[in-house]
């Protein structure tokens, strides 16, 4: 006989401004702050009680409600400031312990542990082996992925990015998880090759999801009124993320000559500000605003800062065509999201979303390193609207068929139930301590 789980799950994300209201565009901060939040508010609303455990710094509170079922739960590592989440990892063992600790205090019980990203499974790995729980590790992107699809000198990528420490230990926390749940067909490719060997049976594909109650389509007359309130009129290209190299928005403005050859009216929206820019952030945005100015298209470019989350929706609906146009992009949930508000959308050859849509229909894709491909994309949808009308129509589909929460959220539990079906005793007994005989205390942090 099974034994029934606890209706409570833990989520681990480590790095960035996780909390209820986060600040998307902050360092660290972006489409994985979402992907954790709304899964939880979707457990949530399926009777789970969820524990969102993140690392507390600066002066963010101990505990934040984001509603009855949902709350964020912060422990200190590494000390006040904020740490990036390259090199988090030296500071997991001591965040380990202050999260066992709480939980051992208050006799908290879990159905599993969910982490994501290498940081948080460090710490997903740890806690999991102390309390006898399945454990659930969700990439979101994989170093060596990564690493082979940056264009810097291999030593310099080494220095940003960690890379060696982080390929060795993604590797040991793919071997140690129940289950390894990549996003797209290309992650799990990557999890197959001798860098990771990871069994085909323990990979999960479960992709991001997004809101259905907040991301769907307008009508025509809506969009222009829109158009209009936010000073977006005519034809808009539309691109919006964090600043990031990877995100190749100066691929984009390279792409955009070709555009403005072809549909001289058009202009390029790009919103990749954030509410508190670091100075590496303001230097790069200073390095595209050159770039327009070089091209000749300085009055063509639209910088737009920071879009809170609750003006999202309505700028990718000014769009009339939206660019993912990254280097290297694990999934690509902007583009998603896009989609969903019945949006035309073209997408990077050079992430995990391409192979997951049908070519002229639910969208075009391109290769940003070719600016001719990708902006002859572009044009091609603001220059023929049958294209941009199909698109529209089939992307919306697309988006509701394979991405909302809900989906994602009984797949994420039908992974549970596959694994208590395997290991019936999983939930009955704990694993081996790491360190035998040694008790777990109650936390002296602040709670």
């Not at 833990?10 to 902050?26: F, Q, R």
């Not at 002066?59 to 079922?69: C, V, Y």
């Not at 509410?275 to 063509?300: C, F, K, V």
């Amino acid at each position: 006989m099974l034994t029934r789980p606890a209706k409570r799950i833990l989520m681990i994300s480590t790095h960035g401004y996780v909390a209820a209201h986060p600040e998307l565009g902050k360092p660290d901060t972006g489409g994985q702050v979402v992907f954790l939040l709304k899964l939880s508010e979707c457990l949530g609303r399926m009777g789970y009680k969820v524990d969102i455990a993140t690392r507390r710094f600066e002066d963010q509170p101990a505990i934040e409600s984001l509603n009855e079922n949902v709350r964020v739960l912060r422990f200190p590592c590494g000390g006040r400031e904020f740490i990036g989440k390259e090199w988090l990892c030296d500071f997991i063992p001591e965040w380990v312990e202050h999260a066992a600790r709480f939980i051992a205090a208050r006799k908290l019980r879990y159905a599993f542990i969910n982490s994501h990203y290498w940081d948080a499974g460090l710490a997903g790995m740890a806690l999991a082996e102390r309390l006898g729980l399945p454990h659930f590790h969700t990439l979101h992107s994989i170093g060596a992925w990564k690493r082979d699809n940056m264009d810097e000198p291999p030593d310099v990528l080494e220095r940003k990015y960690n890379f060696a420490r982080r390929i060795r230990d993604e590797a040991a926390i793919y071997a140690a998880s129940d289950l390894v749940l990549a996003t797209t067909e290309e992650q799990k490719h990557v999890l197959r090759t001798p860098e990771y060997d990871v069994p085909e049976e323990k990979i999960r594909i479960i992709p991001p999801g997004y809101d259905d109650l907040q991301f769907f389509p307008v009508s025509a007359a809506t969009r222009e009124t829109l158009k209009a309130d936010l000073d977006a009129t005519g034809p808009i290209v539309l691109a919006l993320g964090r600043m990031a190299h990877n995100k190749g928005y100066d691929l984009l403005i390279e792409a955009f000559r070709v555009v403005a050859r072809r549909v001289p009216e058009a202009r390029l929206l790009l919103a990749v500000g954030s509410t508190s820019p670091s100075p590496r952030e303001l230097e790069q945005i200073d390095e595209l605003r050159q770039l327009a100015h070089t091209h000749g298209l300085a009055e063509r470019v639209l910088f737009r800062d920071y879009i809170p989350d609750d003006q999202l929706a309505d700028y990718y609906r000014i769009a009339d065509v939206f660019a993912l146009s990254s280097r290297y992009e694990p999934f690509g949930m902007t583009a998603v999201e896009a989609m969903a508000c019945g949006t035309p959308t073209v997408v990077t050859t050079h992430g995990g979303l391409w192979k997951m849509l049908h070519w002229g229909r639910d969208a075009l894709y391109a290769n940003p390193f070719d600016p001719e491909e990708f902006g002859h994309a572009l044009a091609t949808v603001l220059q023929y609207p049958e294209v941009a009308a199909r698109l529209a129509s089939r992307g919306a589909e697309t988006a509701r068929a394979k991405f909302t929460w809900n989906g994602i959220a009984q797949q994420l539990l039908g992974g549970l139930e596959e694994v208590l079906t395997d290991e019936p005793t999983a939930m009955a007994a704990p694993r081996a301590n790491p360190r035998p005989g040694t008790p777990v205390q109650p936390s002296k942090v602040t709670t």
